[in-house]
Nanobody, 120 residues
Framework: QVHLVESGGGLVQAGGSLRLSCAAS????????MGWYRQAPGKQRELVTS???????YYADSVRGRFTVSRDNAKNTVYLQMNGLKLEDAAIYYC??????????????WGQGTQVTVST
């Protein structure tokens, strides 16, 4: 009912930058909190950052000051600007969106995941 399509992952050298995008579509009445999780091999999925519809943000301690989340409500899109990438940032990044569907039901949609690889 809600589709999230991610783009922007890839290979980058340590210290470099990448920008991820995630566009939501479907039977969306309202788009609430959006954000990004990541999962590295052998590790649990962790919340990286989120942004509410009002613009309030959350960052994990490990990325604060290096990553910036933003959203374009007109495009139902959330972005993740990643600067100063470290080897430990390498993971599959998943966007998510907490939405209210037409009819009032709450729903959380997930992107398909995009690989971020950081090299020395």
């Amino acid at each position: 009912q809600v589709h999230l399509v991610e783009s922007g992952g890839g290979l980058v050298q340590a210290g470099g930058s990448l920008r991820l995008s995630c566009a939501a579509s479907g039977r969306i009445f309202s788009l609430n909190t959006m954000g990004w999780y990541r999962q590295a091999p052998g590790k649990q999925r962790e919340l990286v950052t989120s942004v509410t519809s009002g613009g309030s943000t959350y960052y994990a301690d490990s990325v604060r000051g290096r990553f910036t989340v933003s959203r374009d409500n007109a495009k139902n899109t959330v972005y993740l600007q990643m600067n100063g990438l470290k080897l430990e940032d390498a993971a599959i990044y998943y966007c998510y969106a907490e939405v209210t569907l037409h009819g009032g039901r709450a729903y959380t949609g997930w992107g398909q995941g995009t690989q971020v690889t950081v090299s020395t």
